[in-house]
């Protein structure tokens, strides 16, 4: 079962515009810790060396 999280930018409320699995079945759980956005966001930025 899938948890989402709402987005807000410029004051713009944008509901279930990210999701995550908290417990993924055993063949999911490479996505285990990791956010998926979809409902129009677009994600942008730079990586960062570590």
């Known amino acids: 079962m899938a948890r989402y999280y709402p987005v807000t930018v410029d004051g713009v409320l944008n509901p279930h515009a990210a999701w995550y699995y908290p417990h993924p079945t055993f063949l999911a ?22």
């Not at 942008?44 to 570590?50: A, D, I, P, Y």
């Open 29 to 50: 759980r490479r996505i285990k810790n990791h956010v998926a956005f979809w409902n129009g966001v677009t994600v942008e930025g730079t990586l960062e060396k570590k």
